[in-house]
């Protein structure tokens, strides 16, 4: 028999009329939505949830996650690449997927393994079976780097690779391997330091990039490209590719371009300001110069139109507290109701799966959070999550 459960939150964020609705409530069967509206009568076998002074929203969605890292104060990234035992760094990801969906994330984007090889494949089937709890992930496999380019770097021998290395036409069967692996999204890293403590530079050519990209979109799958210079950014436009991660030197130029063609940004503001303040900046003024650029590009990007994203680079710091990116995207000027559309509908849409999630509407699977309080108006209450469904499942209760 179909479970029925009836939800009457205090009120209700319906993101596609942007605006917040009193009174509605949401009749869920089984995996999915089967109504929403104000005035909605109770089926005689449905379980009632109520949620006074709360705000019933779409499961939230991080685009830009690293569910096998963990907070780089606690151990440095070439750490966990080389020393952290495999198994161990499993079990930190099934963790992590539990404190992600505690936190009200019922779907992320996973950006790359880090080492972790083929494991994200087994995370993704271990949650779909009820083994353990987590969100949906949308997962990038080990993500591909230019030969050379990433790390670690400076071991003596045996040292674990970050991503898969590929260079020319070996980075078509490199995507073509870790999409029959897995992968739902081929990830490039467009450029990086080939020398530790060298700047960022390009790495990929646009040419190796494009038919990447042409084998992923025939494949059905999107590409996200890594890139923080404008030249990387840039090359990854020209290229056609779906989504740009950090664009922390972004050019009004370069974000001219990327709303033309249609390609999201994922500014992963969470991740600078975590290793700035690891390495000792307070948060108060004067600003490291990292926290200064990321901010101009940020708004740089919010005053050309560009369709932004919201993705923390989770890992970089702690799993579960994930919303620390909409509260830096609501604190450095954009709207608390447009970042809140931005985390549901809009990452959805990044995504390739509003028809699925990121709205409350008829026949969308019942992924559903509820917080303390308003996010349109205080961004804060994303913090304050006390109620999660995923699939028509309760998972948090008040």
């Excluded at 040292?159 to 073509?176: C, H």
């Amino acid at each position: 028999m179909t479970r029925r459960i009836l939800i009457r939150p205090e009120q209700l964020f319906d993101v596609d009329a942007r605006c917040v609705r009193r009174g509605w409530s949401v009749l869920v069967e089984g995996r999915l939505i089967a109504a929403v509206g104000e005035g909605l009568d109770a089926p005689a076998d449905a379980e009632i949830v109520e949620l006074p002074r709360m705000t019933l929203l779409p499961g939230l969605i991080d685009a830009h996650v690293h569910l096998f890292l963990h907070p780089y104060d606690e151990v440095s990234w070439d750490d966990q690449i080389v020393r952290e035992p495999f198994a161990l760094r499993v079990a930190r990801a099934v963790a992590a997927c539990r404190a992600t969906l505690m936190a009200g994330f019922t779907t992320v984007r996973d950006l790359g393994t880090e080492g972790a090889h083929d494991a994200d494949t087994g995370l993704k089937d271990a949650i779909a079976l009820g083994v353990v709890p987590g969100p949906r992930i949308i997962s990038a496999n080990r993500a591909i780097v230019a030969t050379g380019a990433y790390g670690p770097k400076g071991y003596n021998c045996c040292a674990a690779a970050g991503a898969e290395e590929a260079s020319g036409e070996a980075m078509v069967a490199a995507a073509r391997r870790q999409i029959g692996e897995g992968a739902d999204v081929v990830k490039l890293y467009g450029d990086y330091r080939w020398r530790p403590g060298e700047p960022s530079r390009a790495t990929f050519t646009v040419e190796e990039m494009r038919p990447v990209v042409e084998l992923a979109h025939a494949a059905g799958r999107k590409v996200a490209v890594h890139a923080n210079t404008a030249e990387g950014m840039r090359r990854a436009v020209l290229a056609g590719v779906d989504t740009i991660e950090h664009g922390s030197n972004g050019t009004p130029e370069v974000f001219a371009m990327m709303r033309g063609a249609g390609i999201a940004l994922v500014p992963t503001l969470a991740a600078t300001d975590a290793i700035t303040r690891y390495r000792g900046w307070d948060g108060k003024a004067p600003e490291p110069e990292a926290i200064t650029a990321k901010r101009a590009s940020y708004s740089a990007a919010l005053e050309a139109g560009v369709t932004i994203g919201v993705g923390g680079d989770t890992g970089v710091f702690t799993h579960g507290a994930n919303a620390r990116e909409a509260v830096i995207m609501a604190d450095w000027g954009m709207a608390s109701i447009d970042v809140v559309a931005a985390l549901t509908v809009g990452n959805a849409e990044i995504l390739g799966l509003k028809n699925e999630i990121g709205t409350i509407a008829l026949h969308r699977h019942a992924d559903l959070v509820a917080c303390e309080g308003d996010p349109t108006s205080d961004i804060r209450a994303l913090e304050r999550i006390a109620f999660v469904m995923r699939e028509g499942s309760v998972i948090r209760r008040p």
